[in-house]
C-alpha cells in the first residue's frame, strides 16, 4: 500500500513539473498559420510548429527547391512583426542558406531577445530570396608550380592558399583553402582542376569531387588534388602546374517573390502542447 501511493505520488508530482505555467519563461504559446504551405515557380515551403516563449518566436520550415540552379536565402531578411508588447520588427541573425538543385533542407527560422515574445499575432515577411544559375561564369586565372615558388595566389574574387602537399614522380596530392572575396556565390568544381606538365600535356584530378560545391560570400572551403603517376608520366626532376582557371566560377543571383504570412494563438494547440 506504501509503495502503491509513492509511485502515484511520484507521478503527480512529474505531470506538475512537466505541465508549465503559462507565466514560466519557457512556456511555450503556438500558432495556426494563414497558410500550411507557401508555393512559388522556383520554391515549395511548409511552415512548421511556429511558437513563440517568453524571448523568442520561432517557426521550422521545409524548403523544397523547384529548379535546377541554386536557391539562396538570407536569413536576415525574413522579418518578424506584430504591434503587441512593444514587439516591433525582429530579424534572424545574419546568414545565407543554400540549397542544392533541386533539393530540399529544413531550417528554424528564430528571433530572440527580451520578454514580451508571447504575444497574439504575428506577420511573417519572407525576404532574402534569389535564384544562382548552377552553372556560374568563370573568373580569374591562375596556377601553382610544383615544387611551389608561391604559397598564394588571387583568381579573381578567389584567394586560394595551399596549405599541404606531395608531389614526386608517383603522384601528386595537394590541399588548398579557398576563400570566396565577391558579393554572389562562389562555385568550386574539383574535377576541373587540371595538372599541367612543361611540356603542354594535360592531366586530370583523378580522384576529385564530380559535383561543384558552393562558398558564400567571405567564407572558406577546402578542395583537393590527387593524382597517381604511371611509371614514366613524369619526369624524375620535372615540374608540373596546378590549373584552376576552370574551376572557380561565380554566379550572380537574382531576387524573387516570396509571400509572407501571418499567426494568430492557437489556445488549443498551446494546451496540447504545453502537457
Keep these: 500500500m506504501k509503495h502503491s501511493i509513492f509511485f502515484s505520488l511520484l507521478i503527480f508530482v512529474a505531470t506538475i513539473s512537466y505541465a508549465q505555467p503559462e507565466d ?12 500550411e504551405v507557401i508555393e512559388t515557380d522556383e520554391v515549395k515551403i511548409e511552415i512548421i510548429r511556429p511558437h513563440s516563449q517568453e524571448s523568442h518566436t520561432q517557426f521550422n520550415a521545409k524548403i523544397y527547391n523547384k529548379t535546377d540552379d541554386y536557391i539562396l536565402i538570407k536569413k536576415h531578411e525574413v522579418v518578424f512583426q506584430s504591434s503587441e508588447n512593444g514587439y516591433g520588427e525582429k530579424r ?11 533539393g530540399d533542407i529544413s ?86 582542376i587540371k595538372i599541367r606538365r612543361e611540356d603542354g600535356g594535360v ?11 558552393i562558398i558564400a560570400p567571405m567564407k572558406t572551403r577546402t578542395a583537393g588534388v590527387i593524382r597517381r ?13 596546378v590549373v584552376m582557371t576552370e574551376a572557380l566560377s561565380e554566379a550572380q543571383g537574382t531576387t524573387f517573390d516570396v509571400p509572407g504570412f501571418s499567426l494568430k494563438y492557437d489556445p488549443d494547440k498551446t494546451k496540447k502542447e504545453n502537457k
Excluded: C, Q
Design 203 to 213: 592531366l586530370d584530378n583523378s580522384d576529385a569531387k564530380t559535383s561543384p560545391f
Design 92 to 102: 534572424p541573425p545574419e546568414g545565407t542558406i543554400f540549397i542544392e538543385p533541386n
Design 107 to 192: 531550417r528554424a527560422f528564430k528571433v530572440s531577445g527580451g520578454p514580451g515574445y508571447k504575444v497574439e499575432e504575428i506577420t511573417v515577411a519572407l525576404g532574402g530570396f534569389s535564384r544562382a544559375p548552377a552553372t556560374g561564369k568563370t573568373v580569374g586565372a591562375g596556377e601553382f608550380k610544383m615544387k611551389p615558388d608561391k604559397n598564394s595566389v588571387m583568381m579573381g574574387p578567389f584567394a586560394v592558399t595551399l596549405k599541404k602537399w606531395r608531389f614526386n614522380s608517383k603522384e601528386i596530392t595537394a590541399d588548398f583553402k579557398i576563400r570566396y572575396r565577391g558579393e554572389a556565390l562562389g562555385l568550386v568544381n574539383e574535377s576541373k
Design 24 to 35: 514560466h519563461p519557457h512556456y511555450e504559446k503556438h500558432y495556426t498559420s494563414s497558410v
Design 229 to 241: 603517376f604511371a611509371k614514366g608520366e613524369i619526369g624524375k626532376n620535372e615540374s608540373v602546374y
